[in-house]
């Protein structure tokens, strides 16, 4: 799996996308998968971030589902599909004005083996999974916003 990275494309911290985004905080967020997509959202962020540009608050509500999708005569299930959503906003730190109201979500099919143990690992599999993908997308998407405000030509 290749991982994503707006250092090498944007120059890191000192980048357009750096000095655009300044710093994001990020609130906590619930559960597991929470706790997962928070500390996803703090390496990808510490990458890119300036201490210089302007401030943002990030608050993230995940929604994790896990449903049987392949069904046995016997009504046993041999397949699930692990969904994470995410409703994500972004607001600016110093006037408290919502930038980006959004929402993402990826989802991951498991097998369900014989053994109890084997299908829990293969949903936190899953789950670590999922909250990459999702943290990916809120970075890219929060990249692209700040890179087409005006302060990314210097005329804010």
Request: hydrophobic share 40%; proline share 2%; net charge negative.
């Amino acid at each position: 799996m290749q991982r994503f990275s707006l250092e090498r494309q944007d120059g890191g911290s000192s980048g357009a996308v750096a000095r655009n985004l300044g710093s994001v905080e990020v609130a906590p967020i619930e559960g597991k998968g929470g706790w997962l997509v928070r500390n996803a959202l703090h390496d990808r962020l510490a990458a890119i971030s300036g201490d210089n540009g302007p401030h943002y608050r990030l608050v993230v509500k995940l929604d994790d589902q896990i449903t049987g999708i392949g069904v046995r005569t016997d009504d046993a299930v041999t397949r699930e599909r692990r969904t994470l959503r995410a409703r994500y906003q972004l607001f600016d730190g110093a006037t408290g004005a919502m930038v980006i109201d959004a929402t993402t979500g990826s989802d991951v099919g498991i097998d369900v083996a014989s053994s109890e143990y084997a299908t829990i690992a293969a949903e936190d599999t899953a789950l670590e999974r999922l909250s990459q993908i999702i943290a990916d997308q809120i970075v890219i998407r929060m990249a692209q916003r700040v890179a087409a405000e005006p302060a990314a030509t210097g005329t804010r």
